[in-house]
């Protein structure tokens, strides 16, 4: 019986263009041998911003985009026997030519337009989507299906679009049947400066931490938009970042209040996948820490990090498996590793620094360790690197509880190849989240909740 062809070996490139940057993601397999692997590179666009009046996305640009990440991947992508007419070269081997290649442009993106206008009129070989809210639907649908969950969020962090995007599986007494439910929310600012001015706002003010009077934030805040950075470790430059990231989502809930809220808290598996430029300036911890405020967010569910845009770029492929009309990507490829986060209902004492939850992580090969949260702490664990299951239990104390159902007990296993974690996210602060009322007390609840 002869294989499918996309059994055989098989090389595809998947570009996505969002966040003012270009993710390119070289997929090869043979699944033969059991190898499989993605090449990545991110280009960023932000310098070409101030540009809008020159030709720059031209034939010429992705002849030289092209030409480039054949040196980034070490990967013989263009035909130039012709060099007259731009061609992609087919596949023939590991490292020479391609299957197919596909384009995805998000519909926020500057310069949409020229964009795909440009790949259009550069080559026929290019397969080009769009990247909005249809195309959101139809992913987290069809994620939900093949999961293990009911319950899926996307959210995109980006400076000025900011996004939610859920699909949620409910039961329909009528139909006898169960349904999928999507909704979106989003914030998007039209220009840079309305961005800036974002900083003058009291809302925002009533998150911050730090100590530089208004015009020290506007020029802090000023400089980092108009000059867009990918890392940083200024304390202030974070801290401010930090209130603006829980702003937008605190006026996403607010706004979109029934469209979002009891996620994680039901008897359902639910799960977050959280992408954009945000949070690969913020980091993990603080990212999450964002949106559990912002959202209001209770109970527990995984966290998957689609930070290099490559769920993006891949999710149809892996969902659809043998179907796929590109190529067949197992779930390691394309999924992160995970982040369980828990926040359980912990009722207020006189005496901090109690411990809510003891727990043991255990596996054949790193035996067994114990841990611990206290109240009102927001801890971030990391798990120990491991090539075999971990299993992780606890069992909470001092009258903290999960919500819905007062469950005392913590359970779950990674597994590598499958659902591998990387790290445990217990939030012990006391409920509600109170800020403010000044810049002073946030600095000080913030000292006290992440050690």
């Keep these: 019986m002869s294989k499918l062809p996309l059994l055989e070996k098989n090389a595809y490139l998947s570009i996505v263009i969002k966040d003012n940057g270009i993710w390119s993601h070289l997929a090869y397999t043979d699944h033969d041998v059991s190898r499989e692997y993605i090449l990545s590179d991110f280009t960023d666009l932000s310098p070409l911003r101030h540009r809008l009046d020159d030709e ?51 519909d926020n993106q500057k310069f949409f337009e020229k964009i795909f206008l440009s790949v259009r009129d550069f080559s026929n070989d290019v397969s080009l989507r769009v990247i909005d809210d249809r195309y959101m639907s139809t992913l987290l649908s069809s994620l939900i299906d093949k999961s293990e969950y009911d319950d899926l969020m ?30 979106q929310a989003k914030i998007s600012w039209p220009n840079e400066l309305d961005v800036i001015d974002s900083v003058k706002d009291s809302r925002l003010k009533a998150f911050l931490a730090t100590d530089l009077g208004s015009e020290g934030i506007y020029n802090y805040w000023s400089n980092f938009i108009l000059n867009r950075t990918f890392f940083s470790e200024d304390p202030n430059l974070m801290d401010i970042l930090r209130a603006y990231c829980t702003i937008q989502s605190h006026s996403i809930f607010r706004d979109n209040k029934e469209k979002l809220e009891g996620f994680g808290i039901s008897k359902n598996e639910s799960a977050v996948i959280i992408s954009g430029y945000i949070p690969r300036i913020l980091g993990k911890s603080k990212s999450l820490l964002t949106l559990i405020d912002g959202l209001e967010m209770s109970g527990d569910f995984d966290c998957y990090w689609d930070l290099d845009a490559k769920l993006l770029s891949y999710g149809k492929s892996y969902v659809n498996g043998t179907d796929s009309t590109d190529i067949i990507l197992t779930r390691k ?62 069992e909470f104390k001092n009258g903290a509880y999960m919500v819905p159902n007062k469950e005392k007990l913590l359970g779950f296993v990674s597994t590598p190849g499958n659902k591998k974690y990387e790290s445990i996210l217990i939030d012990g602060r006391i409920r509600p989240i109170i800020y403010g009322p000044d810049s002073y007390s946030n600095k000080l609840k913030l000292q006290t909740w992440i050690k």
């Design 56 to 106: 720059v996305f031209t034939k010429n640009f992705w002849f030289e985009y092209f030409d480039n990440l054949e040196s980034v991947f070490d990967w013989n992508l263009v035909d130039r026997s012709r060099q007259a007419v731009f061609t992609f070269r087919r596949f023939k081997n590991e490292g020479d030519g391609l299957t197919g290649i596909r384009m995805q442009i998000d």
């Design 333 to 394: 490829e394309v999924f992160s590793l995970l982040t369980k986060v828990v926040i359980p209902y912990s009722k207020p004492v006189k005496a901090s620094n109690k411990v809510i939850l003891a727990g043991v992580i255990q596996s054949l090969s790193e035996g067994r360790n114990e841990f611990y949260a206290l109240s009102p702490e927001y801890s971030y664990i990391e798990l120990p690197t491991h090539e075999d299951k971990l299993v992780i239990e606890g």
């Design 154 to 183: 996307y959210v995109d962090m980006d400076i000025m679009d900011f996004s939610v995007f859920r699909v949620n599986k409910v039961y329909d007494k009528k139909a006898k049947r169960e349904k999928m439910i999507f909704s």
